[in-house]
């Protein structure tokens, strides 16, 4: 019935990421520094005749039915916009699972944004950061990409002003930590009872912890670049603890866990450094992925997004969060283009290559 739409779905890292406590939902409460890197799932999409949605996924070891928020999102953004078509998608996968790069939030916001431009529908910014704020936490932050501060769950954002193209490394060893998993070890007594809310349901909306508030306005202070998460994974993880070790005294600056793990990043000043760290790692049977940080203006390109917004003031201590703008997506700001390397065939492998 269409053409098919490539888009590329980027993972990310937690710069640096607070547990502040867990709220009366039973959610918790966290701070963090979103940042999109170059490496990247593959999307494809296309509306079909006949009803219904249909997903493949490759390699085969991935759920290609409800079990799948790539199937979730496209079901939920048909029938809040009114979408009749049925949608055919095939995603291909190289963002680990389970290791805190977002791969499955970033493939859901793809697919979100690659249905309404085969539509070419117009959706208001704040309905479609609802719909992702349904589909989990930090979903909402891969329709803005670049570098931003998240609070609330994660689902609440505020753009920061980006960082330069970064050397980056993604450690990734084996293993499969569940968010889920993560946040019940916080739970448990006493391990964080210096960051309980008493109660509260929330923090106040406006107002960022010292921490993640002066690492968002200074990333050089890499010294705050810390992850809460590593005192509760690294104690039945420890290789992780010294992979974060070899890499601080490899010279990046900063290198910590992303998300809750079991993804270490590390950020370089020179990739001829990174890739000599890379290859010393791989000698020692460990995954590693050598990568770049991705601003919000190529991100924006790169999946056909209107002109990325500038920064909020003060990280968004004073001012609007990604909540409060009301620019639509759609037919006019997401109808093709062809110039676009998203949609581009011959170039479409650029936004995926990593090293």
């Not at 963090?32 to 509306?47: E, F, H, K, M, N």
Request: glycine share 10%.
């Amino acid at each position: 019935m269409s053409d098919w739409l490539v888009l590329p779905a980027f993972a990310k890292i937690n710069l640096g990421l607070e547990l502040l406590g867990q709220r009366r939902d039973r959610y918790w409460e966290i701070a963090t520094i979103y940042q999109t890197v170059s490496l990247a799932d593959r999307l494809r999409l296309r509306l079909r005749r006949s009803s219904g949605i249909l997903l493949r996924v490759s390699p085969g070891t991935h759920p290609a039915d409800q079990g799948n928020l790539v199937w979730r999102a496209l079901a939920l953004a048909r029938r809040r916009f009114g979408i009749r078509p049925g949608v055919e998608a095939e995603l291909q996968k190289k963002i680990p699972v389970g290791a805190g790069l977002g791969g499955g939030s970033s493939n859901a916001a793809a697919a979100v944004i690659g249905l309404l431009r085969l539509a070419r529908r117009r959706v208001e910014r704040d309905e479609l950061l609802r719909l992702g704020a349904a589909l989990g936490a930090d979903v909402a932050f891969f329709f803005l990409g670049g570098r931003a501060l998240g609070v609330g769950r994660g689902d609440e954002v505020y753009p920061l002003d980006d960082l330069p193209a970064t050397p980056c490394l993604l450690v990734c060893p084996r293993l499969n930590i569940p968010t889920g998993d993560a946040y019940r070890w916080a739970r448990l007594p006493n391990l964080l009872a210096q960051a309980s809310l008493g109660g509260q349901a929330r923090l106040t909306p406006h107002r960022v912890p010292g921490r993640m508030e002066g690492f968002s306005l200074a990333p050089e202070r890499a010294e705050e670049a810390a992850n809460d998460f590593e005192r509760i994974v690294f104690p039945r993880f420890p290789e992780l603890a010294r992979i974060k070790r070899q890499l601080a005294a490899a010279g990046a600056q900063p290198t910590a866990l992303s998300g809750s793990g079991s993804t270490i990043y590390a950020l370089f000043r020179q990739l001829r450094t990174a890739r000599a760290v890379a290859r010393s790692l791989r000698r020692a049977g460990i995954r590693v992925f050598v990568v770049r940080t991705v601003s919000r203006e190529r991100y924006a390109r790169a999946l056909g997004l209107p002109a990325a917004s500038r920064p909020a003031p003060q990280c968004g201590v004073s001012g609007e969060s990604s909540r409060g703008r009301t620019s639509a997506f759609g037919a006019e700001d997401l109808g093709s283009n062809p110039s676009s390397p998203a949609t581009s065939r011959g170039r479409e492998e650029g936004w995926t290559r990593i090293g």
